[in-house]
């Protein structure tokens, strides 16, 4: 055997030993002892292994079925990736007609004195929650996970909704090692299929004849290694609807001679399906249960926006939300209305209703939530939540009740993802914008005085409109003012506040206003008798929010906004203003965003007018290294300082 031979089948041997067994079961030594995943150091945890198979199969006394199998195996490195240890697997279905998950499988591996440990997923580990009447939730979480440790399981979903294929994900926020991923579609399904994402996907197709089903079949493969994990940045509104993937979409079933059937919808199809429904449409006129105390509530009210305000405030009190979301009702209006409970259907249909006893005109408006993603192709679950819109002053405005703090035209951030559409009488519908269009502010005045020693007092007012309101009055009230304080006092560099006043936090027509007393010690810098201090003081910007290279997804602020500071600094007492910073106005592109910082010195006092606005929800991902400058600009000017000798 020649030296050049002898070499080749080493190389060979080499290759084959060192190759990855993807079969279920057969961690290796050489997985478990991995302490960083190579291709991203941060990561805490890392699928090496995700492989999916989606097919039709025929089931006896069920008649055509869609299974979809999938074999899952993650590496965790630190404490942080452990979340990646609990499955959750959706199903979709009433009783009857009802997805199913079977088969699961799972095992913990840990590497203990050089020896491979298992542990088994228990049955007592597997649970099955109804979470509203069309869908249940099917959760396990992988016992005995460590440091180190490998996981893997495996399942299968059979599904009675042939034409509803849930969408082939490619990207998570941990990277993936290797993904195998085919869906096999019968001859007679006419399909399309689209991707999303900014990965390059290529796929494999084929044709074959399925001996089970005794049919040819379009067999879609994809092979991808060494995905990138899709990193969460500042100001998305949820990463996942960023990921690659593919979505397919069955157009119809055509057999030759037989039968044709079209799955395929426009969206007036949808809409109109979903308002013929009884927990939908069926609602929208039931008024008896409430009409005699709804007519009490709006009694000496006049005007039509007050008659609004009045029956949003009326259903909030009437009707607690469950968490439960849906554009069809569980139980239904009445029973929701008796019981003071319901999901976002029950209250939000019931507000409809309400609106339209008070004779304003009001209409169901079907949302796609910001964690449901945006809609590809127009299906049934494309929506899966409903607010209210109601004609006031010849222009509609948005309602949502299942929210304490809600009102006109502030809706919870959930509800804020692009379009919905309003539903009429009928079952007709139109695009409706869910962008807010007013700028929300946050208006801070503060007085301050210096001290020899080095500390500030000041005494700040604060203001708070819209939007900005809402979020203030969901974050103060869900726990106590001191907890609320304390975490005020730690975002602003550990100052301390007294004297804390809080008003308009039960009135929602009004802005919130928080009064308060600061002080923080070392807040200027003393050098050779000179006094160093930024005039934004512990408000001032430190980091910019932007730091990624590029971005390659919009910047999401769920509604244009603007902070605007006014500050006066007494000079103390023997000393004068040596240099200050150059007033500056910075603008992006388009008029998306403004910065403005204006510094004057008169009299002793230090006057400083600054604001920061964007005129913009959402920025596009273009102008993301305009916007990125934008902030290392702001970041440089807020910290600049302003110098006071001695006289």
Partial sequence: ?????????????????????????KVSKEELSEKVYAKDSTA???????????????????GLTLVTEIHKRIKFYSKEGFDYATETVNLYGSTGAEEKVSGIKGYTYSLEGGDIVETKLGKDGIFKTKKSKSSNEVKFTMPNVKEGSVVEYTYKITSPYVQSIDEFVFQDAIPIKKIEASMRILEYFKFRQRQKGFLALVPKVESSRDASLDLNVTTTSFDLEDVPALKKENFVSDIRNYRSGIKFEIVSLEIPGSTYKSYSKTWDDVVKTIYKSESFGGELDKSSYFKDDLAVALEGIAGEEQKARKVLEFTKQKVKWNKYRGYG???????????????SADIN??????????????????????????????????????????????????????NSYSTLNVLPTRSLNWFGRMVSENGTSEIMDLMPKKKSKDMIMMNVSLNEDGSIEAKVRQQYTDNNAYMFRNIYNKGTEESFLEEMEKDHGDIEIS?????????????????????KEDAIETISNKLYFSPMLHLCTTESPFKSEKREYPVDYGYPWEDNYMISIKVPEGYQVESAPES??????????????????????????????SEAAIVPAEYYDYLKEFYRQIVEKEQEKIVLSKV
């Fill in 1 to 25: 055997m020649t030296k050049k031979i002898v070499y080749i089948l080493i190389l060979f041997t080499g290759v084959q030993l060192s190759a990855q067994n993807y079969k279920f079961r």
């Fill in 44 to 62: 805490s945890a890392a699928y090496l292994y995700i492989k999916r198979k989606s097919y039709y199969r025929f089931v006896d006394n069920e």
């Fill in 329 to 343: 009702t569980d139980e239904g209006t009445k029973k929701a209305y008796k019981e003071g409970l319901g999901n």
């Fill in 349 to 402: 249909l019931m507000l409809v209703a309400m609106l339209k006893q008070a004779n304003i005109i009001a209409h169901p408006v079907l949302v796609s939530t910001r964690d449901h993603g945006i809609p590809m192709f127009p299906t049934l679950e494309g929506y899966n939540y409903v607010i209210a819109a109601a004609k006031i002053g010849g222009e509609y405005q948005l309602l949502d009740a299942t």
């Fill in 499 to 519: 004297d804390y006043a809080l008003k308009n936090n039960d009135d929602l027509s009004k802005p919130i206003i928080q009064e308060y007393s600061v002080y």
């Fill in 584 to 613: 500056v106005v910075y603008a992006l592109p388009d008029n998306i965003g403004t910065f403005r910082y204006l510094v004057s010195a008169k009299g002793g006092v230090i006057n400083l007018r600054a604001s920061l606005s």
